[in-house]
T-cell receptor
Framework: AQSVTQPDIHITVSEGASLELRCNYS??????LFWYVQSPGQGLQLLLK??????LVQGIKGFEAEFKRSQSSFNLRKPSVHWSDAAEYFC????????????FGGGTRVLVKP | NAGVTQTPKFQVLKTGQSMTLQCAQD?????MYWYRQDPGMGLRLIYY???????DKGEVPNGYNVSRLNKREFSLRLESAAPSQTSVYFC?????????????FGEGSRLTVL
């Protein structure tokens, strides 16, 4: 069975500083990987996704993520954080044979200090 | 452009009461999903419908039933609510289940069972 671990429950970062959120997954074959963001009181919005090809993927809002097969990781990064990036971030994994049944990590809540 | 619409947004129930969460999407998507979100546990799949006329259990189906009323609508029913079902429920949709792709989420329904 596939699984996703986000080791950091909370992260506090200063505005303008860089941000990296960790995601480790467990899956037997090549996974489909996603990062979603949830603003307070809202549903989830897709930031970026990895299916195949280039292991560095670009997303919306200036985010990027790198797929590292050897480390079973798909970490999310942003060079300079804005106050509007305060939200909860979820990593998810899916399988080509499982349709769209995504498995989500527990989430990382990001707080941005002025 | 409404996307995925869930009703109600908030509900308080007493143990043993029943209720139905409604979900509708206007993107002509084939697949629809119900997830529950609990602190630290991310989102867990309750039920999904790969296409109109089909439904299948997800990770945590016990205590729930679903109905895919038509292509647009997918409802979640709690027949006899329990405090353990206190959660935030999200409906989502996607183009299809053949290939893992982006899920589009509603804004959520917060349910409290006393």
């Amino acid at each position: 069975a596939q699984s996703v671990t986000q080791p950091d429950i909370h992260i506090t970062v200063s505005e303008g500083a860089s941000l990296e959120l960790r995601c480790n997954y467990s899956y037997g074959a090549t996974p489909y990987l996603f990062w979603y963001v949830q603003s307070p009181g809202q549903g989830l919005q897709l930031l970026l996704k990895y299916f195949s090809g280039d292991t560095l993927v670009q997303g919306i809002k200036g985010f990027e993520a790198e797929f590292k097969r050897s480390q079973s990781s798909f970490n999310l990064r942003k060079p300079s954080v804005h106050w509007s990036d305060a939200a909860e971030y979820f990593c998810a994994v899916g399988a080509s044979t499982a349709g769209n049944k995504l498995t989500f990590g527990g989430g990382t809540r990001v707080l941005v200090k002025p | 452009n409404a996307g995925v619409t869930q009703t109600p947004k908030f509900q308080v129930l007493k143990t043993g009461q029943s209720m139905t969460l409604q979900c509708a999407q206007d993107m002509n998507h084939n697949s629809m999903y119900w997830y529950r979100q609990d602190p630290g546990m991310g989102l867990r799949l309750i039920y999904y419908s790969a296409s109109e006329g089909t439904t299948d259990k997800g990770e945590v189906p016990n205590g729930y039933n679903v109905s895919r009323l038509n292509k647009r609508e997918f409802s979640l029913r709690l027949e006899s609510a329990a405090p353990s079902q206190t959660s935030v429920y999200f409906c989502a949709s996607s183009e299809g289940a053949r290939r893992t792709g982006e899920l589009f989420f509603g804004e959520g329904s917060r349910l409290t069972v006393l």
